[in-house]
């Protein structure tokens, strides 16, 4: 079989468990890849023949031999005669320096959680040129240090490399410090994202006033797990209005924090839409006292986000929103509503607040959706009687007329006592 013209024979025989170490390192010069692959995997072919597979001019088998000796070499039993041992982690360290980053990122995968491996491959492994093969190891591996971390940040790495230290499992506050006071955003904001991190309130601090300019830091502040009285009254100052009602609703601040936020974001908001009593202060955030408003606007904006991320892909479909209120997810279709028809979340709940069906309409219109779909939207999230909802395409409003209704309700905030005819 190991001499057979045909392949399928060779690669049958390359693969088997139960045959002789000798034919297994005669078929290490087979022309075939394939065979030659399957010879790198298979567990019982001698190490000799490891030895001149880690020299193979094919990819794929090195990548397979790869994954083979790295799953062999934590549990080495080096008591073993004839250096076997040995042999096996010589061939871990060649691949582990192999030319082609597929074949080191192979080794990195296999051993990036194990301990019982040579030091100086996982810090070979974790400062490779390559972000692929060197992530693994920055943001799993046991055998790293926080000395080896700091040294890595220090020693200006290859990109990605601050982001997968910051993934890491109970980052020290020495390490998180490093990150924090480096120019790599999206480190920081991997750190920020990282409930294990420990972060001292002054790192913290200072973050707070990088976001003033760095705007992607606003919601990874607002949402982390351990925010300083002083931070949130900061951030409450100038992160966007959709974070303000995030930062407001938070429960975990303390009773004194909440109060100090909570007039900080009243002061924002009075001084940023006060001036104007029209449209703008009619559109101003409104941040109640009630911790179960803010809990349900919290809910929908994490629902805005994935509704936004959805319809960037692929527009939100009308069957996708009759499907939602099927199983009871009102939040996702008062999100889907708001990114389908360009409005605001401001402007979309007082729409459905209003209990107004020809509104209702209006803005299901705007957003794509036909009358059934909108009837539905009228009776469970507009809470209009089923006897009111409008729900035939004969209703006589032409799309003019139900843009100039939005646009008056937009501006006046007060929905029409009677409908508008089609003229």
């Not at 190490?47 to 790295?70: F, M, S, W, Y």
């Not at 290859?158 to 020290?172: K, N, P, T």
């Not at 179960?292 to 991320?309: K, N, P, S």
């Amino acid at each position: 079989m190991a001499r057979h013209p045909d392949r399928r024979y060779r690669m049958t025989a390359a693969a088997a468990t139960d045959v002789a170490p000798e034919i297994l390192y005669y078929m290490v010069d087979d022309p075939d890849p394939e065979v030659r692959r399957r010879v790198a995997a298979n567990p019982v072919t001698p190490r000799q023949a490891d030895g001149k597979l880690a020299n193979d001019e094919e990819p794929a088998v090195r990548a397979a031999l790869a994954a083979k000796i790295a799953n062999l070499a934590p549990r080495l039993d080096h008591a073993e005669p004839h250096g076997h041992a040995e042999m096996t982690l010589g061939i871990l360290d060649k691949l582990a320096r192999d030319q082609l980053p597929m074949v080191r990122q192979v080794v990195a995968e296999v051993l990036k959680n194990e301990s019982h491996i040579p030091a100086h491959i996982v810090q070979r492994l974790a400062r490779d040129i390559e972000i692929m093969v060197a992530a693994p190891m920055l943001e799993f591996s046991p055998l790293l240090e926080d000395s080896d971390l700091l040294d890595i940040i220090e020693s200006t790495p290859v990109a990605g490399a601050l982001s997968a230290i910051s993934r890491r499992q109970g980052v020290s506050v020495e390490v998180a410090d490093s990150v924090a006071r480096s120019d790599d955003t999206d480190a920081i904001i991997e750190l920020l994202n990282n409930p294990t991190a420990q972060m001292r309130e002054d790192t913290l601090d200072i973050l707070v006033e990088r976001a003033r300019i760095l705007p992607p830091l606003h919601e990874p502040l607002v949402r982390h797990p351990v925010l300083p009285r002083g931070a949130a009254c900061k951030l409450a100052t100038f992160v966007a209005d959709n974070l303000l009602t995030v930062l407001a609703g938070r429960e975990d601040l303390g009773e004194k924090t909440m109060e100090a936020v909570r007039d900080a974001v009243h002061k924002r908001l009075a001084e940023t839409y006060g001036k104007d009593n029209g449209k703008a202060a009619r559109e101003a955030p409104q941040v109640k006292d009630s911790p179960e408003d803010l809990r349900h606007r919290a809910i929908i904006e994490r629902e805005l986000t994935t509704a936004r991320a959805m319809h960037a892909k692929r527009p939100i479909s009308e069957e996708q929103i009759r499907r939602s209120i099927e199983y009871e997810h009102w939040a996702f279709v008062q999100a889907a509503l708001i990114v389908t028809s360009g409005s605001s979340l401001e402007f979309v709940c007082d729409v459905l607040e209003s209990r107004h069906p020809g509104l209702i309409l209006a803005l299901c219109w705007r957003a794509g959706l036909g009358t059934e779909a909108a009837a539905l939207v009228q009776r469970d999230l507009g809470h209009v009687p089923p006897s009111a909802c409008i729900a035939t395409p004969g209703y006589p409003l032409t799309p003019e007329a139900m843009g100039r209704m939005l646009a008056d309700f937009a501006d006046n905030g007060v929905a029409p006592h009677e409908m508008p005819s089609a003229s």
